[in-house]
């Protein structure tokens, strides 16, 4: 095998092959000509990508590698590492889209001889969009040497965007790894980034400026110039990270995103992105923006207190030494002209600390801090925590009048996200309340209507200087109730009453015992491969409908997912009247059949599956045997923290269509009753919640 071949894992081999990760192991159990590890660990082997696919298709399990996939795999498996594989296909598809004719002429030689007349139009191109080599770029010009190994990717990755474009090919590329990879990234979701770009107002035409301090993938200042089609577009990006890499791939990826027609140049737009630490080492000292849109390390100790005593940014007070995101906030507000804005997302302890009051003292006082959002669990990670968004202006020479501070809380539980999670949250009903709040603040818009008002409130920063400065809207809003007080309250008991009447009729009668049944049996992977029914499998592919999540498939709920922004060309996959929805994780006896009103979703990531043929195999027969707990426990695999349904191995009897609709009806009554039960619950909760809250708020008396 030559020494820079592309390795690819069994999860690899899984997705080329498009079966589980079981099937592979299978296979090497199974088959002695199976290709032998060439890298990896025991646990983890990884294989050649060559290798593999010749096996694949002289065993007559892949007549073609997608090229999506063969260009995924070969990036992940790059022997210098993923990052470096997408550095290196950034700029060659930055030269890509600067000039394609220069590009066929480069690859129409071999691949060591490509290498070495790559790096020099590589120079030139990123040259011409982030300036001269010297000049402290984020991206410098790999060599022939760095560049060999990459060939066969950028050949691929350059196909690839001959059918998809530049810009959507490098963002499924990135996209694929932050999602193979999240615990390796800071991430600032795509909805949360486009939120906090929209309160930075980064649309409008007074914003022409933009700075990302801590840039990471660039999440937010790819947020900051919106759609393709935007009209307004900020002219200036700038950004920082201490990470060379990731430095390296935002500058890519926001060059890319700005990118004109090919055989241009922006030259209008100035895209600067700096590598270093940005409190240590500030590289835009003298930079006043319009805006500055900041998803800030968390918790940092080591963050420059010691040498950083004096530095005048500390305008607002010095930040103790575990006060590192007060720090922050005071960097993005010295990088702000006169009436900028700046949007941070930060911890909710930021807001309470005792060791940060003085400074959330002074910029209240001096009208610094506008608004406290709490966001719900689920919105960013660390996705169990609740982290707020404050938004920032600096003030300008004329003082302000009786300054307030708008809180705002989006974190109040209801009937559709009870249960949490970041696939259950309604992004839209979250920007929606957020941003009527905030305009009707500024006076753009008139004060919203409830509901979204009864969880904002412009709070007199004179109620706010006491010892503590509290800033957290929970201490400072009204509960957030359950419910809208005592008439609503009756109408959830009304709900419950009759919820409880149509569980009790739909009580299953008294099973009639009877001698276990022997029946011959067939497994899910027979039954499709007779083709007797279609097995896929979820993803986070792009669209415009509603996502069909797990917790909805767990908790019966309606689509509550959001489809995937700004990322992979993947076509979803849309359900059907009549399929049967299965998690992956988990080891939960849960299946969904789909009903015409949730037809059209697309499927989740953690769902598989499965359409049945109607002529061969009734869906209600399908999923009652599915249940079945034994079934589960037999299909499932317990090799790591998590138990992993392989519904390959689900086994169901063999029975006629007549008999199996028979058994389909009666587990189709067991489903009504069950999910009787379960609207009971909820509504059960929500009543004794609401009538504890409002005997606590008064609102409810004990009479």
Request: aromatic fraction near 4%.
């Amino acid at each position: 095998m030559p020494e820079n071949a592309t390795e690819v894992t069994a999860a690899g081999i899984a997705r080329l092959a498009g079966v589980g990760r079981a099937a592979v192991s299978n296979w090497r159990r199974r088959h002695a000509d199976f290709p032998q590890p060439v890298g990896g660990t025991e646990t983890s082997p990884s294989f050649a990508l060559s290798e593999v696919e010749r096996w694949l298709r002289d065993q007559g399990k892949l007549v073609e590698v997608p090229l999506r996939e063969r260009v995924w795999q070969q990036l992940t498996g790059h022997p210098a590492g993923p990052v470096t594989a997408l550095v290196h296909t950034g700029c060659a598809l930055l030269l890509v889209n600067r000039s394609p004719a220069a590009w066929r002429e480069i690859t129409g030689v071999s691949d060591e001889r490509m290498a070495g007349v790559l790096s020099l139009a590589l120079d030139d191109a990123l040259a011409d969009r982030f300036g001269p080599a010297g000049n402290g770029r984020a991206v410098r010009t790999p060599d022939r040497a760095e560049l060999l190994p990459s060939v066969p990717l950028l050949r691929g990755a350059a196909e690839l965007a001959a059918g998809t474009g530049v810009r959507e090919t490098y963002e499924f590329l990135l996209g694929r790894q932050l999602d193979a990879n999240p615990r390796q990234y800071t991430l600032t979701p795509p909805g949360l980034a486009e939120l906090m770009a929209e309160l930075a107002g980064t649309g409008g035409p007074g914003v022409r400026t933009v700075l990302d301090p801590a840039a990471g993938t660039g999440a937010l200042l790819t947020a900051a110039l919106g759609p393709a089609d935007a009209t307004s577009r900020p002219a200036a990006l700038h950004a920082q990270e201490s990470d060379p890499g990731l430095a390296a791939v935002t500058a890519l990826r926001l060059a890319l995103r700005t990118a004109d027609a090919p055989g241009t140049t922006p030259r209008d737009r100035t895209l600067d992105v700096r590598t270093g630490d940005t409190l240590r080492t500030d590289a835009f000292p003298r930079l006043a923006a319009d805006a500055v849109l900041c998803h800030p390390p968390f918790n940092e100790r080591n963050w420059g207190h010691d040498e950083l005593a004096y530095d005048p940014r500390w305008e607002y007070g010095f930040p103790a030494r575990t006060e590192s995101e007060l720090a922050w906030v005071q960097h993005a507000l010295a990088r702000l002209r006169d009436g900028g804005t700046a949007v941070l997302l930060m911890p909710p302890a930021a807001a309470s600390r005792r060791s940060g009051r003085r400074i959330r003292a002074d910029l209240l006082r001096r009208g610094a801090l506008r608004a406290v959002i709490a966001l719900p669990a689920g919105a960013a990670p660390p996705y169990g925590i609740p982290l707020h968004l404050w938004v920032l202006r600096r003030p300008g020479a004329e003082p302000r009048p009786t300054p307030e501070l708008l809180l705002i809380d989006t974190a109040e539980p209801t009937e559709q996200t009870t249960g949490g999670g970041r696939d259950r949250l309604d992004l839209t009903a979250l920007r929606h309340a957020v941003l009527d709040a905030w305009h009707a603040y500024e006076g753009q818009r008139p004060q919203p209507a409830a509901p979204h008002s009864a969880a904002s409130r412009t709070v007199p920063v004179i109620e706010l200087l006491d010892d503590d400065v509290d800033l957290a809207p929970a201490r400072h809003l009204p509960s957030p109730a359950a419910t809208g007080g005592p008439a609503e309250l009756a109408g959830v008991r009304e709900r419950l009453t009759t919820t409880l009447g149509l569980a009790t009729s739909l009580t299953p009668p008294p099973p009639a015992p009877t001698a276990p049944a022997h029946r011959p049996l067939t497994t899910i992977g027979e039954l499709a491969r007779a083709g007797a029914l279609q097995l896929r499998h979820g993803g986070t592919g792009t669209g415009t409908g509603p996502v069909l999540t797990e917790h909805d498939v767990l908790g019966s709920t309606p689509p509550s997912g959001a489809p995937a922004a700004g990322g992979t060309p993947e076509e979803p996959v849309l359900v059907e009247a009549g399929d049967v929805v299965v998690p992956v994780l988990g080891g939960v006896t849960v299946v969904r059949v789909v009903d015409e009103a949730t037809a059209g979703a697309a499927l989740g990531r953690n769902l598989q599956l499965l359409r049945p043929d109607p002529a061969v195999l009734d869906p209600w027969f399908l999923a009652g045997f599915l249940r079945g707990t034994t079934n589960n426990r037999q299909a499932s695999s317990h090799a790591s923290t998590a138990t992993r349904l392989d519904a390959r191995r689900l086994q169901l009897p063999r029975l006629p269509l007549a008999e199996q609709r028979r058994y389909g009806e009666r587990f189709r009554a067991l489903a009504a009753f069950e999910d009787a039960l379960r609207l009971a619950g909820r509504l059960g909760g929500q009543l004794v919640q609401g009538l504890y809250d409002g005997l606590t708020d008064g609102t409810v008396t004990p009479e």
